[in-house]
């Protein structure tokens, strides 16, 4: 069963609180990144608490382990349901993250490559390889070091699924109801086809924040997702 996680990424904690209860219906986990973290803290992160919907921390740590570590430490007592870090940043920054959340009803997930980033974007940073042995690879490294799951693209589902079956929590962004514009996402699909490949999750931000009736939106993407095929 793919389940949906609603982005709210704005830096206004009304409007985040605005959708999360309008997506609530339709959405298992609401996520909030950066933009609104940086801005509101931990206090910002406690109003859309009190919507009640699981809180996908989205926020893509990547430091030295010890600073890491201590990252999620002091972000474990929100209790978030799943707490982003790159994979980029190695095993053993991983390693000392997974330790330090062992117990922790929180899930900790590796971002491999960016979703914006295509081929091309790879090659400009200097990864010479296929995008999908890059994000295998990643995934590798997630997996030894003990993580729950990784965030990747549709695109390399089928790879890692197959790789790791049950094993690693697949998050898929970069997902693109039929009709929706593609914004900065270049590697995009449709929920219903993230769902044929597998994907446990799918995240999406704009068809649903940007469209004139939000509730309706993710309404239609959750009743997607629940089509058997
Ligand atoms: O608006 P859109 O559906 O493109 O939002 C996608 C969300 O997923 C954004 O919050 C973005 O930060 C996040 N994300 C992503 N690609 C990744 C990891 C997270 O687009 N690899």
Same mark, same amino acid.
């Given at each position: 069963m793919t389940k949906l996680i609603a982005a709210?990424?704005?830096? @206004?904690v009304k409007q985040a609180a605005t959708w999360a209860a309008a997506v609530k219906p339709s959405a298992a986990i609401v996520k909030i990144g950066m933009e609104f973290f940086y801005s509101h803290g931990s206090k910002g992160y406690k109003e859309i608490q009190k919507t009640k919907t699981p809180i996908f921390l989205d926020l893509k740590l990547h430091d030295i382990p010890n600073t890491v570590a201590g990252a999620v430490k002091a972000l474990l007592p929100l209790k978030p349901k799943m707490l982003t870090l790159h994979t980029a940043g190695g095993q053993a920054m991983m390693q000392a993250a997974a330790e330090q959340a062992k117990g922790s009803s929180t899930l900790l997930l590796g971002v491999t490559?960016?979703? @914006?980033?295509?081929q091309q974007g790879i090659a400009q940073i200097?990864? @010479?390889?296929s995008l999908e042995s890059h994000v295998l690879r990643l995934a590798e490294l997630a997996h030894n070091a003990g993580l729950h799951g990784i965030v990747c693209s549709t695109h390399e589902l089928t790879a890692i699924k197959t790789r790791f079956k049950n094993d690693l929590i697949t998050v898929v962004p970069g997902i693109r109801p039929e009709g929706s514009a593609k914004g900065d996402q270049s590697r995009t699909m449709t929920p219903t086809e993230a769902k044929q490949r597998g994907a446990d999750y799918i995240v999406v931000g704009r068809p649903i924040t940007e469209a004139a009736n939000p509730a309706q939106a993710a309404k239609k993407i959750s009743g997607e997702l629940a089509v058997h095929r």
């Amino acid at each position: 069963m793919t389940k949906l996680i609603a982005a709210l990424d704005t830096t @206004s904690v009304k409007q985040a609180a605005t959708w999360a209860a309008a997506v609530k219906p339709s959405a298992a986990i609401v996520k909030i990144g950066m933009e609104f973290f940086y801005s509101h803290g931990s206090k910002g992160y406690k109003e859309i608490q009190k919507t009640k919907t699981p809180i996908f921390l989205d926020l893509k740590l990547h430091d030295i382990p010890n600073t890491v570590a201590g990252a999620v430490k002091a972000l474990l007592p929100l209790k978030p349901k799943m707490l982003t870090l790159h994979t980029a940043g190695g095993q053993a920054m991983m390693q000392a993250a997974a330790e330090q959340a062992k117990g922790s009803s929180t899930l900790l997930l590796g971002v491999t490559i960016l979703t @914006s980033l295509d081929q091309q974007g790879i090659a400009q940073i200097g990864f @010479s390889q296929s995008l999908e042995s890059h994000v295998l690879r990643l995934a590798e490294l997630a997996h030894n070091a003990g993580l729950h799951g990784i965030v990747c693209s549709t695109h390399e589902l089928t790879a890692i699924k197959t790789r790791f079956k049950n094993d690693l929590i697949t998050v898929v962004p970069g997902i693109r109801p039929e009709g929706s514009a593609k914004g900065d996402q270049s590697r995009t699909m449709t929920p219903t086809e993230a769902k044929q490949r597998g994907a446990d999750y799918i995240v999406v931000g704009r068809p649903i924040t940007e469209a004139a009736n939000p509730a309706q939106a993710a309404k239609k993407i959750s009743g997607e997702l629940a089509v058997h095929r």
